[in-house]
């Protein structure tokens, strides 16, 4: 039969013959195909197997059956049922195993012992000679000095496994199956292993004892697993554990002191001992398992679980879809208003690109995290670099290109996803947001990784924490030594994100094709490459229409003194040329819709509704109350600072006010005293008012009269009712001159 050969294997299920053969030489010569049967159960015409009549003296696991005997088979009768599907060749596939080192030498000498039977033209010349090959058995046992039994079993693999040097590997992966359980029942299996220092001094003075601890049985199993079942994940430390696996397990004997049940201590012998637990709990639950009772459902799922891929699958190309997520700076920061006051650690959002990896944006505030500060840093991830540059007062260079634009799927977390303000930011301008779910920082990996790459190109800075550090010594912290003001912050954030975009090693991306075309092994050089090969995603939106639809609004007020945002005055030429600050002097005031930029106070926008189209940009005036530099929450922030000692400043204001309102209640008091008392002791002709008024003008014109010197030891000063009546009498003589 032509169309089989050595070492082929076949199944044969006619009615006379059936089973699995393996084809050890085809003769066309004499039309024979000589085989030798493997699923046979048992070959007692085989030498090299002898049988206990008592059986097994232990439950181990039966050695594979030997086979070996060569069937001689007509080749007609074989191409026949060939023809007629009865004949069917097949392949069996060997059981992987690991050889131990131990076994090395004996592999060599089995090698050595039958290279005959590896030689087809010698295995050829026995078989057809005496039709089978007992005559190699012979000279292979002389030449080699070694049993006829080890013969037969390396003939016995060579046919079961088949004619290769491998199939002469020792198993003794077959011999004892590492990690099965040998439990040491009563009367049946004794305990293996070392014995104890008193059993071998026992044993010398001809005394046999028995073990102090038993070995492991299949009670002592089923408890230590029924123990360990009742111990909630994760688990305690392993000291822990097995004394808790003793308490559920193994105490079963208790006492009644006045109610309560107090257990009995545990007696020796009658329970497992550390090492005994151990290996059961070891053998009985996989290591993967033992290592997700340890810790929890979420750390394992975060931390630990297997990688199921990586996070730019599925993604079309550059500028498709975008990961968003915030975290806390690991740095404290000053205040732009007062470098003195520390105002803690910023909220920092983080935008990056799912297929290069590229950073296309970031914001640092000091609320949220929120959507509203979220839309912020997608509006800063698409405007105009010039703008950006402006807002924040620093020179802003563009590592992409082209420039990003919004892409069409965003990657946020759950409270972003829910939220009524992304849905209506998706419905204008993001056909598709996506969720992460919650307390998953795995599965938006990329954002987290970045995260953590800014945060250690920090960790030199005055003021920022070693993320590296242990969380025992983050609390050490001192909050005064930071440095950094929030638009420095910006800056210090702009450049670790642009030498990342540029200088990230990304060559493991690069395929055969992108290394043909030049593609850099960066994140800005795979956003390149990708918008230059057209699989890029670029969405053109207005820049009036991304600042209405992705910055904060709120309503400024338009009064007598001008147009007022948060209490800060801001100018336009065109509502100057408008009069709309004469229209709220005559009319009132009243409030219009506008949008600003949290990072910096220096402009805000409101809709033209001059020229009805397009929005007007308003600019900070310059007898505001704050600089342009300072961002809307530091603003805020300040104003709030200013009314902390209201009550303070309000108790100082009153206490003066009534210190000066007593001083004028005691004056007028003492002068309406003096009044009454001149009225009642004046007896003359009283002078009309326009008199009295040109007589106390001449009176005050006049000069004052020289000062009387005072003479020691003499009495010379005048009396108080000599004044009274010389001024009277002088009075009298001016009245009496006007009136003449």
């Avoid at 109610?259 to 020796?268: A, E, H, I, M, T």
């Avoid at 009309?688 to 014109?701: T, V, W």
């Avoid at 003589?733 to 003449?740: E, I, N, Q």
Wanted: net charge positive; glycine share 6%.
């Amino acid at each position: 039969m032509a169309s089989l050969m050595h070492n082929q294997t076949v199944k044969i299920s006619s009615e006379e013959v059936q089973g699995i053969f393996r084809v050890i030489l085809n003769d066309i010569r004499q039309n024979l195909v000589f085989m030798v049967q493997l699923d046979k159960s048992a070959d007692s015409e085989l030498r090299g197997r002898s049988k206990s009549a008592s059986g097994p003296k232990f439950n181990r696991k039966a050695p594979m059956p030997l086979c070996g005997e060569i069937l001689a088979f007509n080749g007609t009768v074989l191409n026949q049922m060939a023809d007629l599907h009865m004949l069917q060749v097949i392949e069996i596939e060997r059981e992987n195993f690991n050889d131990a080192k131990a076994d090395q030498e004996k592999f060599e000498k089995r090698k050595t012992v039958m290279a005959d039977f590896l030689d087809f033209d010698a295995l050829r010349s026995a078989i057809v000679n005496r039709g089978s090959v007992t005559s190699l058995i012979a000279e292979a046992k002389q030449r080699h000095k070694v049993s006829s039994s080890l013969i037969y079993r390396c003939w016995s693999l060579l046919c079961r496994y088949g004619f290769s040097v491998d199939s002469l590997r020792p198993r003794r992966d077959r011999c004892g199956e590492p990690g099965a359980t040998r439990d040491c029942e009563k009367g049946k299996r004794a305990k293996s292993g070392r014995k104890t220092e008193l059993e071998r001094l026992s044993k010398k003075v001809g005394e046999v004892i028995g073990a102090v601890q038993p070995g492991m049985n299949l009670e002592w199993r089923r408890k230590i697993m029924l123990a360990d079942s009742q111990i909630p994940c994760p688990k305690l430390k392993f000291k822990e554990h097995y004394q808790e696996i003793l308490r559920l397990g193994f105490t079963k004997t208790y006492k009644d002191e006045n109610g309560n049940l107090k257990p009995f201590k545990l007696r020796k012998g009658e329970y497992p001992n550390r090492e005994q637990v151990r290996r059961v709990l070891e053998i009985e639950i996989p290591r993967l398992k033992r290592l997700r009772q340890k810790t929890t459902k979420g750390h394992w799922k975060r931390n630990l679980r297997a990688l199921t891929g990586r996070s730019w699958e599925g993604c079309p190309g550059p500028g498709h879809t975008w990961g968003i997520d915030s975290s806390i700076g690991d740095i404290y920061l000053r205040s732009s208003i007062n470098r003195a006051w520390v105002i803690g650690r910023p909220i920092v959002y983080m935008l990056v690109d799912i297929w290069s990896t590229a950073i296309v944006g970031f914001y640092v505030c000091l609320r949220g995290p929120s959507w509203e500060m979220a839309k912020v840093a997608m509006f800063n991830a698409v405007i105009r670099p010039e703008l950006f540059s402006e807002l924040w007062g620093f020179e802003a260079e563009a590592t992409l290109n082209p420039l990003p634009t919004m892409p069409a799927v965003v990657l946020a977390d759950n409270g972003e996803y829910k939220s009524f303000a992304a849905k209506e930011t998706a419905f204008k301008l993001i056909p598709r947001l996506s969720l992460t779910p919650p307390y998953r920082p795995d599965l938006k990996g990329m954002v987290e990784v970045l995260h953590r790459i800014t945060k250690d190109h920090q960790f030199w800075v005055e003021g920022a924490i070693d993320a590296r550090r242990k969380e025992l010594e983050l609390r050490k912290f001192d909050p005064t030594k930071a440095v950094y003001t929030v638009r420095e912050y910006v800056q210090h954030m702009y450049n670790i994100c642009s030498e990342y975009n540029l200088t990230a090693d990304r060559r493991n991306r690069l395929d055969t094709e992108m290394i043909a075309d030049g593609a850099v092994p960066s994140p800005a050089g795979l956003w390149r490459w990708g918008h230059a090969v057209g699989i890029g995603t670029q969405r053109s939106f207005s820049e009036a229409n991304l600042i209405k639809e992705l910055l904060p609004s709120a309503h400024m007020t338009i009064n007598r003194d001008g147009l007022k945002f948060e209490n800060l005055d801001y100018k336009s030429e065109s509502i100057s040329e408008d009069q709309w600050t004469a229209l709220a002097r005559n009319c009132g005031s009243w409030k219009v819709p506008c949008h600003y930029y949290p990072g910096s106070m220096s402009r805000i926008w409101t809709d033209n509704t001059i020229a009805r189209t397009g929005l007007l940009e308003l600019a900070l005036s310059d007898h505001a109350n704050t600089a342009p530099t300072n961002t809307y929450e530091e603003v805020r922030d300040a104003f709030k600072f200013n009314k902390l000692d209201t009550a303070q400043a309000e108790h100082d204001l009153v206490t003066t006010q009534m210190h000066f309102h007593h001083a004028n209640v005691s004056l007028h008091e003492q002068a309406k005293a003096k009044t009454k008392e001149a009225i009642a002791a004046y007896n003359e002709p009283k002078p009309s008012p326009s008199e009295a008024r040109a007589l106390e003008a001449q009176i005050g014109n006049r000069p004052s009269a020289p000062p009387v010197p005072n003479l020691i030891g003499t009495n010379s000063q005048p009396s108080i009712d000599d004044e009274d009546s010389s001024h009277m009498s002088m009075l009298k003589a001016v009245l009496d001159a006007m009136r003449t």
